[in-house]
């Protein structure tokens, strides 16, 4: 197993910029591939990034590509979320997860492990 737990969210403006991390529990976390969701209320869990087991591949949503930027150190157990040029329907908690795979999926029920989530508020 492993726990996730996620940091760096906050009230921002529009156009702003935060940086999101994900710590991971164990020594093995480059075993997985990583991903950020976010769930905005009254509405489902959504994709937002991910990147696979090597850090070679990095994926996006539509909604946030050219704005935000995942990546990972293997050494710290830490996966990151870089979010520029912030917007206010970016707004949610934002979710780190885990999955023992080399490339990430999409969907949210393909991942193993979870983190509690961290709040952004980004303000007109």
């Known amino acids: 197993q492993v726990q996730l737990v996620e940091s760096g969210g906050g009230l921002v403006q529009a156009g702003d910029s935060l940086r999101l991390s994900c710590a991971a529990s164990?020594?093995?976390?480059?075993?997985?591939?990583m991903a950020w969701f976010r769930q905005a209320p009254g509405k489902e869990r959504d994709f937002v990034a991910a990147?696979?087991?090597?850090?070679?591949?990095?994926y996006y949503a539509d909604s946030v590509k050219g704005r935000f930027t995942i990546s990972r150190d293997d050494v710290k157990n830490t996966v990151y979320l870089q979010m520029n040029s912030l917007k206010p329907e970016d707004t949610a908690v934002y979710y780190c997860?885990?999955?023992?795979?080399?490339?990430?999926?999409?969907?949210?029920?393909?991942?193993?492990?979870w983190g509690q989530g961290t709040q952004v508020v980004v303000s007109a």
């Open positions: 997860a885990a999955v023992e795979r080399w490339n990430p999926p999409r969907e949210a029920n393909s991942y193993d492990y």
């Open positions: 164990r020594r093995t976390f480059s075993v997985y591939a």
């Open positions: 990147i696979s087991r090597s850090g070679g591949a990095t």
